[in-house]
């Protein structure tokens, strides 16, 4: 079996069409949604996605703001930069890029920032509205991934799905909505004893480990589905996944590439998340 392609590229640009409707309706209601980014630091992956995530606001008309500060910022810095943007009645979303740099702690910076412009969906009460099932803002990996299940029908009740990797961004959020869909979930980490024993139980298998093509094709089930969030970048400076592609897609039914796979799927969630928080807001405006 030759595993079809997932195409998350293809998928996020037809999304892009239907935000662009969205966005002209906000605009016909004097609301233009905005985002703002904030970036500490050089580290050149966080530079290359908050560029990306920039662009992707260019091409869906949404305003977009990107505040970076150097390496060494006092954390007061940057939560007196988050006050000032909470306050902002031109921005619907913040986003602070992560990882932060170690001084400063992650938790009170994503703590500082006002939920109901928390677009990360990373804010305690959003990920704890997430746990009850009712979630406000969906963090956008994971968002990403149940959108291109949707997309191709998966069928989620009763399955077995293996996530690896237990991180607050994907492992986590990803098991929250998968159990909330009705599917029968694993968390596999770097404590887990014989990882290749799970895997090859799951009907879909989600990989979010940053270890480059460690899942080999033994370690997946005939016929599964394949969503690989891993993003390593090899010596030669190409991107690859956590899985090994080539061989698995031989194995699986349904397989994500990497790179075009759940990378643009996170940033098509990230406007999604944007876009529906102007759209609170223009509501709530109405409503008064
Ligand atoms: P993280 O480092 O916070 O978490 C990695 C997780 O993998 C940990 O829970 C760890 O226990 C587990 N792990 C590590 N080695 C393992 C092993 N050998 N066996 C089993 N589990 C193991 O990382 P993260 O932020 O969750 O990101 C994971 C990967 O996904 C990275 O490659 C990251 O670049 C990528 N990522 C991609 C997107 C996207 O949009 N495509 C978004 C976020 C993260």
Do not use: W
Not at 25 to 39: D, E, F, K, Q
Not at 171 to 196: F, N
Not at 213 to 238: E, H, Q, Y
Request: overall charge neutral; glycine content about 6%; aromatic content about 4%.
């Amino acid at each position: 079996m030759t595993a079809q392609i997932l195409d998350g590229k293809a998928l996020a640009e037809q999304l892009r069409t239907t935000f662009k409707t969205r966005v002209a309706a906000l605009m016909a209601r004097n609301t233009c949604p905005g985002l703002a980014v904030i970036l500490a630091g050089e580290d050149p992956a966080s530079q290359v996605y908050v560029r990306n995530k920039v662009n992707a606001c260019e091409a869906a008309d949404v305003f977009s703001q990107k505040i970076i500060f150097p390496a060494d910022v006092p954390q007061n810095a940057l939560l007196a930069k988050i006050a000032e943007l909470n306050a902002d009645a031109a921005i619907h979303g913040i986003l602070v890029q992560l990882p932060l740099p170690r001084h400063i702690h992650e938790a009170s910076v994503l703590a500082a920032i006002a939920p109901e412009k928390d677009v990360d969906g990373f804010h305690a009460e959003n990920l704890g509205a997430l746990a009850q099932g009712v979630p406000r803002f969906i963090p956008c990996t994971p968002y990403g991934v149940m959108k291109m299940l949707e997309t191709h029908r998966v069928d989620l009740p009763g399955k077995e799905i293996v996530i690896i990797g237990r991180s607050n961004i994907v492992g986590k959020p990803m098991a929250l909505l998968l159990i909330h869909a009705g599917a029968t979930v694993t968390v596999c980490h770097s404590r887990t004893r014989d990882l290749a024993a799970h895997t090859r139980r799951a009907d879909i298998l989600i990989a979010a480990a940053g270890k480059p093509r460690f899942i080999s094709a033994d370690m997946v089930k005939p016929g599964a589905i394949i969503i690989d969030v891993g993003v390593n970048r090899l010596p030669d400076g190409k991107l690859c996944g956590d899985v090994d592609f080539e061989a698995a897609r031989e194995t699986a039914s349904l397989i994500t590439p990497v790179p075009g796979g759940v990378g643009p799927m996170t940033i098509a969630m990230l406007l999604a998340n944007t876009i529906e928080a102007a759209e609170r807001k223009a509501e709530a405006a109405a409503a008064k």
